[in-house]
């Protein structure tokens, strides 16, 4: 079975631009999360989709959006891109309907670069 | 809501030996807890996890113990080899809550 893949996997974007990110699950996935990495804050969750709906909501700002599609894949926007964006971001898919401890699993990351 | 703290921040052995990360989480109803590694240049990758109804599970070299009452959790690797050098997290959440994640270990096998 294919695991989690993100497009694309390197950005560079400017500050004040907008960037959109994307997420293919692994097949059968319905919930896919999505996490920034930094080397001073760790993982931190964004948010996290299931059934199109979001189900979960980090502590970042409304600049960061995120969507999900019918067939579960999922895109993060970044609006009015700023230095501190600058970011793995990673996505991460599992089972989840109802069993809150489903296993997560990852993928390989989209490096996002903000000038 | 829930904080989990990880230690040591860095962790460095001689090959063959053992190494033990620890991880303090603070949600008493915490009942889930996953480690990951993670290699240069991937996504963190899933090597054990461990139910609140389970105080060890080993796979292979690999190992977790949790304490509920103490509310602490470890991974101890055992026959260290090179390839086991990477940056490990531990992790906690509870339902259907989003995983909080500890702020990782460096751990370096030496040869």
């Known amino acids: 079975k294919a695991g989690v893949t993100q497009t694309p996997r390197y950005l560079i974007k400017t500050r004040g631009q907008q960037v959109t990110l994307s997420c293919s699950p692994i097949s059968g996935h319905r919930s896919v999360s999505w996490y920034q990495q930094t080397p001073g804050q760790g993982l931190q969750f964004l948010f996290e989709y299931f059934s199109e709906t979001q189900r979960n909501k980090g502590n970042f700002p409304g600049r960061f959006s995120g969507r999900q599609f019918s067939n579960s894949r999922s895109e993060m926007n970044v609006s009015t891109l700023e230095l501190g964006d600058s970011a793995l971001y990673l996505c991460?898919?599992?089972?989840?309907?109802?069993?809150?401890?489903?296993?997560?699993?990852f993928g390989p990351g989209t490096r996002l670069t903000v000038l | 809501g829930e904080n989990v703290e990880q230690h040591p921040s860095t962790l460095s052995v001689q090959e063959g030996d053992s190494a033990v990360i620890k991880c303090t989480y603070s949600d008493s109803a915490s009942n889930y807890f996953p480690w990951y590694k993670q290699e240069l240049g991937k996504g963190p990758q899933l090597i054990i996890d461990?139910?609140?109804?389970?105080g060890e599970k080993k796979d292979q070299r690999i190992a977790v113990t949790l304490n509920k009452t103490a509310k602490h959790f470890s991974l101890h690797i055992t026959e260290t080899q090179p390839e086991d050098s990477a940056v490990y997290f531990c992790a906690a959440s509870k339902g259907n809550t989003p995983l909080v994640f500890g702020k990782g270990t460096r751990l370096s096998v030496i040869a």
């Open positions: 461990i139910r609140s109804n389970v």
């Open positions: 991460a898919s599992k089972l989840a309907g109802n069993a809150g401890t489903d296993t997560q699993y």
